[in-house]
């Protein structure tokens, strides 16, 4: 009878790591805060920001997959990439990067129809293929964050099941001005739940700064029920929304197939970028913002008729797209710094300053067929944006 020895085994990190020795000598490891893949949340770190790193825009416009949305307020809200101070918690856990929300000046006070939300959308195929029984309700997933607040109150936040139109709603409890909280709520799945295998919008995450009457009312927390838009989530206290230039801080953000939270899945950049590109990518330098004056990494050529002083190319995206995307050109080259055209699900042409741009064959993986026009010749070029985001 062979025996195995099993010595030097240091326990770090969660609980979740376990070893048994049977009585007949088996070895079992039950490791299971490292796997890999398990997070369904991408970007969870904030450590992509395509798009730059501040922006007042209402929908994606900072950190790539969490999408800022408001309305009806007196100040535009402003969405950036900061970095977490040394020191904190989510420091020594390895965050470098948080999204941040900054409040403008709400100088009506709150007012019924408005509002201020993160949200990050997961694709359906991507719960159903997960390993969560989504519709048995022992078997759960858990969600984690870190959560920070420059104003002491407590907030709502839901889960949204998109093909059944049933919502979790969840409460962060009251936050401690200025400190640095993690949330962790496990859930249980539930028989009416619809995730379809397919690439569009299936469970999404709100994180909520404030809603207005018109969107909330009468709701029970900690459980699945049909969705309501006007009653979203219970009445939600405006001392944050009320206070000017008050500011919220998330980092951290982790979905998985669990009863309880594990260890953050980090990645490297590397990793994050090319999950991300699969819902936007562009042709500037990373460091680079879309629709800036930089040629750096643009896409140039001369021109292939003295006569009518046109460029014929085309490009392929880094990586396939969740769907055909929109597509937006740029000309920072003998053209300017300016939008040419914006083109959505198929071929289409548009003209600017007397720079005509045409695009052929436009899918998830490029477009094969793309031709610049110009009145003056010369060199031509462009950048582009692809925006495939759910």
């Not at 416009?61 to 969405?79: A, I, K, M, N």
Request: proline share 2%; with cysteine.
């Amino acid at each position: 009878m062979s025996t195995i020895k099993v010595q030097n085994i240091q326990h770090t990190g969660s609980s979740t790591n376990a070893i048994a020795l049977a009585s007949d000598g088996t070895c079992t490891a039950n490791i299971t805060n490292n796997l890999s893949n398990r997070n369904l949340i991408i970007n969870g770190a904030m450590q992509v920001a395509q798009r730059g790193t501040s922006s007042t825009t209402s929908g994606y416009g900072s950190l790539d997959r969490f999408l800022v949305g408001y309305d009806g307020v007196d100040e535009s809200p402003t969405q950036s990439q900061v970095d977490v101070a040394s020191g904190t918690t989510p420091y020594t856990n390895g965050f470098r990067k948080a999204l941040r929300v900054t409040n403008g000046n709400q100088s009506n006070n709150a007012g019924a129809g408005d509002y201020i939300y993160i949200r990050h959308q997961v694709e359906a195929q991507n719960v159903a293929n997960s390993g969560w029984n989504y519709v048995s309700s022992s078997s759960n997933i858990t969600l984690s964050f870190w959560v920070k607040s420059s104003v002491s109150q407590n907030f709502y936040c839901y889960l949204d099941a998109a093909a059944s139109s049933y919502t979790y709603v969840f409460e962060t409890g009251t936050l401690t001005a200025d400190t640095w909280t993690k949330i962790t709520k496990t859930i249980s799945g539930n028989s009416n739940l619809v995730f379809n295998n397919d690439s569009t919008a299936g469970l999404k995450l709100w994180i909520n700064l404030y809603w207005g009457t018109n969107y909330t009312g009468s709701v029970t927390l900690n459980t699945w029920g049909s969705f309501n838009g006007s009653a979203r989530v219970p009445a939600f206290p405006a001392n944050w929304y009320e206070t000017d230039d008050a500011t919220f801080e998330i980092t951290g953000v982790q979905l998985e197939v669990s009863d309880h939270a594990t260890d953050f899945e980090h990645l490297s950049f590397a990793d994050n970028l090319r999950k991300c590109q699969r819902y936007y990518q562009k042709s500037y330098n990373y460091q680079v913002a879309p629709a800036t004056s930089s040629n750096s990494g643009m896409i140039t050529g001369s021109v292939s008729d003295a006569r009518t002083n046109r460029l014929d190319m085309g490009t392929r995206f880094e990586l396939e797209m969740r769907s055909t995307p929109t597509l937006t050109i740029y000309r920072p080259l003998n053209g300017g710094t300016g939008q040419v055209g914006n083109f959505g699900s198929g071929n289409g042409t548009s003209e600017t300053n007397g720079k005509s741009v045409t695009v052929r064959g436009l899918g998830r993986k490029g477009f094969a067929g793309f031709t610049l026009g110009s009145s003056t010749g010369g060199s031509l070029g462009y950048h582009y944006q692809a925006d495939a985001e759910l």
